[in-house]
């Protein structure tokens, strides 16, 4: 079976010697790539290669989907900031009053999950949504979505999943109740500021109490700040204490607050803070679902285009199995740059194609 060779995946075995345009040998029949063997064919400019049928394999955890189309993400755009902006109004409306109108959060957010049914490419979502300056409503949106992707990675169905991706939605609507002050402070809180900070938890679940009678909703804002060895606030909860929706909710607040602009902190790079977001699944966070998160985040990012910490930009082309957040990025028609050797270089920004 004839394959490009950035189709090629480890475990695949070559089904004739394999020889570079000038004629020399690069790797022989029989070799059962690894990840190491598929730099070496890209990196002697082979294009594609011969490898048995039965030998070919993509496993599961590190198939790319379908990438979005233009056209198919397009359709999400608006929906997108219709519920940002939707968002916005129920926040006003909570800072006002102490409950927002529960049949905005339906019209809001139904219409998008519709869509993201049928959206596979997470991170062109993320890169579309990160685009604007009201971190708060961005935020919610982006915890929202995330949340309904892992709900729906982890098996759950489409109606939890839905429940899931709200909770995510609303997470954060106590914060109407945080003095701007604080709420966009630039500087550092204070101890007696980030303590009144602390308590947006126990606003959004009163505002929700009092606005909807969504339970789940409500224990999902109280609890997302929660985390697996008790170090989380307001109660301390561990592991099975904290709801299973809270915990998906909890990742989903990290990472995006984490890749985000916001009024004290720079955003960081995509991959590093999924790199981080590992760590973290030893103690802090679910492991079971943060690991779930990883594993399908990581295929959305092949194809995406890359702006290196040596100015240089290019398109990664192939995820490295050994370290799943240093892949192989293609500089220009023939330079490559495999970041799981190259580890004086980083990838500084992911974008999407203008």
Known sequence: MRVHVTDAKPGDR????????HGVPVLVQGTELQHEDISKLIMHGVDYIDIDAGSASIPVDFAPDVPASPESLKRAVPLMEQSINGFESMFLEASATGKFDESRVDELFGPLVSELAHQKDVVSMLLI???GDQYTYNHSLQVGVLSYYIATWLGYTEEEAYAAGKAGYLHDIGKS????EILNKPDKLTPEEFQEMKKHPRYGFDIIN???GDEISAIVALQHHEREDGSGYPHGLFKEEIHPFARITAIADVY???ISNRV???KQELLAVLRQMHSMSFGHLNPEATQVFIRHMLPNFINKQVLLTTGQTGTIILNNPIDYFRPLVKIGDN???DLSR???VSIDEIYLES
Do not use: C, F, G
């Open 14 to 21: 070559l089904k004739s010697d394999t020889y570079n345009a």
């Open 129 to 131: 949504m990160e685009r």
């Open 177 to 180: 109740m945080i003095p701007d």
């Open 210 to 212: 009092n606005s909807t």
């Open 256 to 258: 995006s607050a984490m």
């Open 264 to 266: 004290y902190q720079t």
């Open 335 to 337: 330079e490559y740059v």
């Open 342 to 344: 190259e580890r004086h």
